[in-house]
């Protein structure tokens, strides 16, 4: 069922009827997640799930925090936990409309692990190769510039963009520079998003991808954007609005009214839960144990659904 | 000064001015040590890998902050003493 009647009257942060009645079947409550054979499977009670990936109208993939250039007993071999998690993606059984990843592809943001990990990506059957930087991949003056000069082609600004598919919006912000505590995407950033918005009808699925989690999952470890607030505001008046961010090398998610948000696995080691010990530091796992940390996540979306359906793998 | 469990250790230290300061990180993650901006401070390292240090000799007498651009809620600060 499509509609694409425009927004009757909701006003800047209302909602119609038909939108309030639409929210409460998609987020009425807490995510569940669903686990079978090593998959974690999300969704709002209530949305249209149980159909066949196979049978998804938008199929895409967000492999997050490769950390290219990481030595440490955490991961011994990041370059080959990221070539296996690209195998998996190749291996899904569907080629991925895109697959994103969300940051953190550099651990140094040197131009040589810049050029490692483009050349990795570029063996991904796919259509489209997209990124966010993540703060590894902004390091000094030097590091944005060269994460610009690999990945920063049709973007705007620091490297933020957006782009369209299958009735989706997809918005790709950078919340990595200009950090002071937290994630930060400054007032350039916030402006785009504004125009980029303006003309879109709230019943546009919008999906937004960020390095940083835009929600506060634990600000004491810089886990959440100072200014998140301002840019998700504007973001009410829409149905269904879905955040997926790398960062914190685990899966979480929940929901905020109308938005859902989605933490990653990273493919390259875990993080503790947050306050869990002193610090976010790279958690060493028994011999064999790695690969239940790390992963990749497939979304499925069936036009005229608005919700989408997240999927969580283990790297096999 | 030591870089371990992402803090810089001690958060406050005090030194004469001549004197050569070195952070040595300790941690399996990279850290920067930078001046705070807007600080006009003199600090600047690069990313510091696991055992990588940086030192710097602080020749005028102030107050100067500073923190991991990497992971910016860590803080500390330098005072320089006549």
Known sequence: MTEDTPDGGGGEHGMTRRQLIRHSAWFGGAIVLTVTAGEVISHIPGSANAAPASSADLRFVQVSDSHIGFQGPANMDVTGTFAAAINQVNSLGFRPDFVMHSGDLTHLSTPAQFDQVKQMLSQLDTDRVFAVPGEHDSIGDNGPRAYRQAFGQNTLGDGWYSFDTHGVHFIALVNTLHLEQLGHLGNDQIDFVRKDIAGLSSDTPIVIFSHIPLFAMYPTWGWGTDDAVQLLSMFRRFSSVTCLNGHVHQLFSKTEGNITFHSARPTCYPFPKPGEGPAPLPVVLPAGRLKDAIGVRTVNYWQGNHALAVKDEKLA | ?82
Do not use: R
């Open chain 2, 1 to 82: 000064m030591t870089i371990k469990n992402f803090a810089f250790s001690p958060p406050t230290l005090t030194v004469k001015a001549g004197t050569k300061v070195t952070w040595t990180n300790t941690d399996p993650d990279a850290h920067t040590v930078t001046s705070k901006q807007g600080s006009g401070g003199p600090l600047q390292s690069a990313a510091l890998a696991t055992n990588e240090t940086y030192s710097y000799t602080f020749t005028q007498p102030g107050t100067y902050p500073y923190y991991c651009t990497i992971h910016p809620f860590m803080t500390a600060t330098v005072e320089v003493t006549p």
